[in-house]
T-cell receptor
Framework: GNSVTQMEGPVTLSEEAFLTINCTYT??????LFWYVQYPGEGLQLLLKATKADDKGSNKGFEATYRKETTSFHLEKGSVQVSDSAVYFC???????????FGTGTRLLVSP | NAGVTQTPKFRVLKTGQSMTLLCAQD?????MYWYRQDPGMGLRLIHY???????AKGEVPDGYNVSRLKKQNFLLGLESAAPSQTSVYFC??????????????FGPGTRLTVL
């Protein structure tokens, strides 16, 4: 079946540090891949997505590239801010009806 | 434009009690979803709806029922609450299931505790 594996957190960084959150997936066919972000006390928001191999999704300085050969969709940001502190979820949706399959989430803590 | 709203925000139930969670969206979306979020398990789909009057089971439907009598509302019911249903519940909606308009918009969540 479809599944998503994320690195366990929390990830603790200082402001302006480089961020990588690893995400790998198992799926049949050619899924779409997503990163969602959940700020404290809020629901999830779509951060970025990629729908086919080698696509790069980007938003708010975050980037992730759909790597079919390594079944990965790692999230990166060159310089994190305190306001980026949140929980980040990697997710996939297979072709057809878009049922999202989520990873377990990675908490990011950024200190000044 | 409020987006997706959920009521209530918090609720404490005793085992065996019943309750209904209400989700409302004002974006004219066709698709609506109910998820539960548990520590270390991410979000899991409970039930979903592809349009007014339709519902379908997701990954973890047991112990829950849903109704979509109006396009803008999606209700999640617990007929006889159990401690295993202690969780945070999120509602989401999307315009379509595929293509550029398949983004799911999430509500703020309902934290439910069953004693």
């Amino acid at each position: 079946g479809n599944s998503v594996t994320q690195m366990e957190g929390p990830v603790t960084l200082s402001e302006e540090a480089f961020l990588t959150i690893n995400c790998t997936y198992t799926a049949t066919g050619y899924p779409s891949l997503f990163w969602y972000v959940q700020y404290p006390g809020e629901g999830l928001q779509l951060l970025l997505k990629a729908t086919k191999a080698d696509d790069k999704g980007s938003n708010k300085g975050f980037e992730a590239t759909y790597r079919k050969e390594t079944t990965s969709f790692h999230l990166e940001k060159g310089s994190v801010q305190v306001s980026d502190s949140a929980v980040y979820f990697c997710a996939l949706a297979n072709t057809g009806f878009q049922k999202l399959v989520f990873g377990t989430g990675t908490r990011l803590l950024v200190s000044p | 434009n409020a987006g997706v709203t959920q009521t209530p925000k918090f609720r404490v139930l005793k085992t065996g009690q019943s309750m209904t969670l209400l989700c409302a969206q004002d974006m004219n979306h066709e698709y609506m979803y109910w998820y539960r979020q548990d520590p270390g398990m991410g979000l899991r789909l409970i039930h979903y709806s592809v349009g007014e009057g339709t519902t379908a089971k997701g990954e973890v439907p047991d112990g829950y029922n849903v109704s979509r009598l109006k396009k803008q509302n999606f209700l999640l019911g617990l007929e006889s609450a159990a401690p295993s249903q202690t969780s945070v519940y999120f509602c989401a909606s999307s315009y379509s299931s595929q293509g550029a308009r398949n983004e799911q918009f999430f509500g703020p969540g309902t934290r439910l505790t069953v004693l």
